[in-house]
């Protein structure tokens, strides 16, 4: 994942103009808002405060965002009434379309922002690896170079030194000869001297390698666990602004109340953990940009601090030129010449010593463990001079200071840029979403309805009210065999009749007519008809279908309670109706 950037480096550092431009900008402090020096010091407080000054104004802008998002939801509830009789149907479908391409235009912008915030943060990241793999190959290379050290200093003071001891003694043990004796004796003694002398001085070196001993494996590793958890959270935050902007351009191309609200709410929400992010950003890219504009300068100061760094030392490492000077370099060279000299004493007791070899095994043993012991040394000492050269650590250091300073610096710039961009784009879409919402038209259905339909919810409930209120105080005249005026029952819904009158007859009319047609008949007790005996039914119930009120049969199953309601209602002014025209027939 971190190869997706390749990455070549120049051998001397050089310093990133963006890195020059973030440095320049003031740095100022709480206390009556004065400049301060912008130079890389994480110890100093008012520096500290400098950095968060700048870090603060994202938040300041979001305080602002917020405020102005509460004072427009306020304007919007309280005009909302007003605007609604102003504003005419075509008005609303107009700006609806408005406020859709907007709506649209901006989350596609903020769908390629988000896309340049997700390259920011992999660049950032890729730095960062780059970062903490150059600090592990340089921690490597010094706890090689102390175990090198440290090794070469015990085959010298314990291992060649005893051994040299002992094959003075196997002279003098083995050797009859007093003049070779004598000889052989010297030589060793000399021998030993040089090794002696070269013992001091790779411990000298070992000394200065102890002393100067850093840990940077340590702080590479704390870089990698805190930098796991921030690209996590960064992705997560970029993710969910684009589930958002995906959110927006879905509600505004179906024109989906419900969704666009949501988009408010989550835009809302997200706004707040961007601008967050922003502080946090500058705050990084402030610092990380003053220790890159000199980081040499910061290294020294620490190790004027910390009494274990050598100045001489870290001076060499971090410029690594042709005029710096090894601080190793006088101890090595004595260690090496000091070596030298003891090979080519060790050469002149072979010389001398090579006569008795057939005679005493022992001496020609001991005499080739000296040499064995003495050649490890020389190669072991080689290899510690290569290991302190700067070269291999310089290197080391230029790649993590590019990968801090330009990759780094690189994606913590392109990521700032897009949080506050995405940031705008996601405060202004708010407001288009908002404007959406309420300038959507209620959508017609595209098929075409029965308005006769009596079991149709009506549009509008109090005309429809109005409507069976007027069919229900029509009397009906009660059907006989005399010619005139009769209901008729036209449409069915599920087979279920309505009662449709004939032609309108006046209401004396029908009473006149109804007195006539009950005095031609046959009374019965009580002056009532005599078809209206107990157990007999007249014609009109023979005749005509079970009647509710209202005019119509037996609800169906989608009777709603709101028409059974209104049929209650109308059934008691039926009730009473009828009782009147009851009594006014009896008169």
């Not at 870090?55 to 602002?64: K, Q, Y």
Request: aromatic share 10%; charged share 20%.
């Amino acid at each position: 994942m971190w190869q997706l950037i390749p990455y070549y480096y120049s051998e001397n550092y050089a310093v990133y103009w963006l890195a020059k431009w973030f440095h320049s900008w003031p740095h100022i402090t709480y206390d009556g808002f004065k400049v301060y020096d912008s130079t890389f010091d994480p110890e100093d407080k008012t520096y500290i405060e400098t950095l968060i000054f700048w870090a603060g104004l994202p938040v300041v802008c979001l305080i602002l965002a917020l405020g102005v998002l509460f004072i427009y939801c306020c304007c919007q509830c309280c005009n909302r009434r007003r605007n609604n009789f102003r504003t005419g149907i075509h008005a609303q479908i107009k700006k609806t379309k408005i406020f859709q391409w907007l709506l649209i235009i901006f989350a596609l912008l903020c769908t390629g922002v988000i896309g340049v915030g997700f390259y920011g943060n992999e660049g950032m990241a890729s730095g960062l690896q780059h970062f903490v793999n150059s600090a592990d190959q340089a921690n490597n290379t010094i706890d090689t170079t102390e175990k090198e050290v440290s090794t070469l200093n015990r085959d010298l003071s314990s291992n060649l030194t005893k051994e040299i001891t002992d094959l003075r003694v196997v002279f003098n043990e083995n050797i009859d000869n007093r003049t070779v004796k004598q000889d052989l004796d010297q030589l060793t003694k000399r021998m030993s001297s040089f090794i002696e002398t070269a013992v001091l001085n790779v411990s000298s070196i070992n000394n200065i390698v102890e002393d100067n001993s850093l840990d940077v494996g340590y702080f590479a590793g704390e870089v990698e666990k805190y930098e796991y958890f921030r690209w996590v959270g960064v992705i997560v935050v970029l993710c969910l602004q684009l589930i958002i902007c995906l959110l927006a351009l879905c509600g505004a191309g179906r024109t989906s109340k419900p969704i666009l609200a949501g988009v408010s709410v989550l835009s809302t929400f997200i706004i707040i953990v961007v601008w967050m992010m922003v502080g946090g950003e500058i705050f990084v890219i402030m610092g990380a940009s003053d220790f890159c504009v000199d980081p040499n300068q910061f290294l020294i100061k620490e190790a004027q601090r910390n009494s274990r760094l050598s100045e001489d030392v870290l001076r060499y490492y971090i410029n690594c030129n042709a005029t710096s000077m090894s601080p190793f370099k006088k101890s090595l060279q004595l260690a090496s010449k000091d070596l030298s000299l003891a090979d080519s004493v060790l050469d002149d007791i072979v010389r001398k010593a090579k006569p008795y070899y057939l005679e005493e095994p022992t001496v020609k043993s001991q005499v080739e463990l000296v040499s064995s012991t003495l050649q490890v040394c020389q190669s072991d000492l080689q290899e510690v001079t290569a290991s302190l050269d700067c070269t291999t650590i310089h290197q080391d250091y230029t790649t993590a200071l590019y990968s801090v300073c330009y990759d780094a610096l690189t994606g913590t710039s392109l990521l700032l840029a897009a949080s506050v961009a995405a940031g705008f784009l996601l405060f202004i879409s708010i407001f288009f979403a908002a404007n959406l919402v309420k300038n959507i038209v209620k959508r017609k259905i595209d098929y075409e309805v029965d308005q006769e339909d009596p079991f149709l919810p009506p549009n509008n409930p109090t005309l429809e009210r109005f409507r069976r209120n007027e069919d229900i105080n029509r009397p009906y005249r009660r059907p006989d065999t005399s010619p005139g005026p009769r209901l008729s029952y036209q449409g069915s819904v599920q087979g279920y009749g309505v009662a449709t009158p004939g032609p309108r007859l006046s209401y004396h009319g029908i009473v006149q007519g109804y007195c006539s047609d009950n005095d031609a008949r046959p009374q019965g007790p009580l002056g009532t008809p005599a078809g209206y005996t107990a157990g007999a039914r007249s014609s009109f119930v023979d005749d005509s279908p079970l009647m509710t009120s209202g005019g119509f049969e037996s609800p169906p199953p989608s009777y709603t309670l709101a028409m059974s309601r209104d049929n209650q209602n109308n059934s008691r002014h039926q009730n009473s109706r009828n009782s009147r025209n009851s009594g006014a027939s009896l008169v």
